[in-house]
């Protein structure tokens, strides 16, 4: 059965009765049908004097190559990937860091220990304010011990100048004796530089004790050593309360501590994957990317019976805390240089995939290809269909 496909108004008018007569033909057989599964030599076949050219093809107003209505696409290839579904994740955390009221010595007193439970706080901001009752003659006898330590170095290295010059000086002009007198002067000097140090050790010690001692003196606060969440103050002491040494104030989760995590049992993740960390649900959710750091949790985890995946991702630590549920997806499958087909291009009859290709003399026909699977934007076609061929798009 052969259709003539003439001028464009006559195509648009007769196409659709002609596609309808075909399709209801009875008694045809599945070969002379219009349109057959197998996808070939099924053709709306024009007379050779009557073929179409190209200029049937136009410029949509959005730009895209068209044909009498329908968008026209040219496979190429490309990369194609699918993307999870997204599934539930969790928050864990590696580590808390404990404010504690610690000193050297004298007394501390609590003045005010701020309740910021829940709060997120920056390094340095403030978690308590104290008073400190010191002893200011213990500072004074670190002062004079460090002075009579510098003392004694300074006597050391000026006796050390005059034996180390007087050895030189009476190093033998005979041989023997003289290999002798060089032995204890290297002996002198290896013994000078070993004493040096430990005089700059022991300097360097009282130094810091005395810094300490006068940095606790004038302690009147107490401050956040990381960034992070407090989770826990402790409410039990009250202001003028004496703060014994290693008393603690205040927990906090640090930003860097806070992690999610999900069951990976199929193992499809490794480390450094791509991933995206979603907070919330529906309208309100937020996503936020994220990099698989550890898997399995043997990084992070000393728990090798679970299949436990750790990712970090780019988000206000405060948000996941107080925000859920969470939820994490990714790309799960990548298919580099592979011909793309667009979803829209594709019909499906009996779990067989079916293109209309448009060829060069304006002929028509349905084609079935095999998919090697969609992503619901496109297809990547495994066989039947080459680079080039131009197609119909049903949906514009």
């Known amino acids: 059965m052969r259709y003539i496909l003439t001028r464009k108004n006559y195509w648009k008018k007769t196409l659709p009765l002609l596609l309808a007569a075909a399709l209801g033909l009875?008694?045809?057989?599945?070969?002379?049908s219009l349109f057959t599964d197998a996808g070939t030599n099924v053709v709306i076949q024009a007379q050779k004097e009557d073929y179409l050219d190209l200029s049937a093809l136009e410029e949509s107003d959005t730009g895209k190559t068209t044909f009498n209505g329908y968008e026209v696409y040219t496979l190429e290839y490309g990369d194609f990937q699918t993307e999870s579904a997204a599934f539930s994740a969790g928050i864990d955390v590696m580590e808390t860091t404990v404010v504690r009221a610690e000193y050297a010595s004298g007394t501390m007193r609590l003045v005010q220990l701020n309740d910021l439970r829940s709060t997120f706080v920056?390094?340095?901001d403030v978690i308590a304010l104290v008073s400190m009752e010191t002893n200011a003659l213990d500072l004074e006898e670190l002062e004079l011990s460090l002075t009579r330590l510098k003392e004694r170095y300074e006597k050391f290295k000026a006796d050390y100048e005059v034996a180390h010059e007087e050895a030189i000086?009476?190093?033998?002009?005979?041989?023997?004796?003289?290999?002798?007198?060089?032995?204890?002067?290297?002996?002198m000097e290896m013994d000078h530089i070993r004493q040096d140090e430990s005089y700059l050790k022991q300097m360097e010690s009282y130094e810091e004790r005395v810094e300490e001692l006068k940095d606790l003196m004038n302690t009147t606060e107490i401050v956040a050593p990381v960034d992070g969440i407090v989770i826990e103050v402790n409410r039990e002491i009250s202001a003028g309360a004496k703060l014994e040494n290693g008393t603690m104030l205040a927990k906090i989760i640090p930003s860097d501590q806070i992690y999610m995590t999900f069951e990976d049992n199929l193992s499809h993740y490794a480390y450094g994957n791509e991933m995206t960390f979603i907070v919330g649900r529906n309208a309100q959710a937020k996503e936020f990317p994220a990099k698989v750091i550890s898997t399995n949790g043997k990084a992070l985890s000393s728990d090798w019976s679970?299949?436990?995946?750790?990712?970090?991702?780019?988000?206000s630590p405060f948000e996941v805390i107080t925000s859920g549920p969470f939820y994490v997806k990714a790309v799960t499958n990548v298919m580099k240089n592979v011909l793309l087909l667009p979803f829209d291009a594709v019909t499906t009859d009996s779990g067989k995939y079916f293109v209309t290709v448009l060829h060069e003399d304006g002929t028509l026909e349905k084609t079935q290809f095999l998919s090697g699977g969609n992503n619901t934007e496109y297809y990547w076609v495994y066989d039947g269909l080459e680079e080039g061929t131009k197609v119909l798009i049903y949906n514009n």
């Open 306 to 315: 679970k299949r436990t995946t750790y990712i970090s991702a780019s988000t």
């Open 122 to 124: 920056s390094k340095g």
């Open 169 to 187: 000086e009476n190093i033998s002009i005979y041989e023997l004796p003289g290999k002798i007198d060089r032995l204890e002067l290297y002996q």
């Open 26 to 32: 009875s008694g045809c057989s599945s070969e002379n």
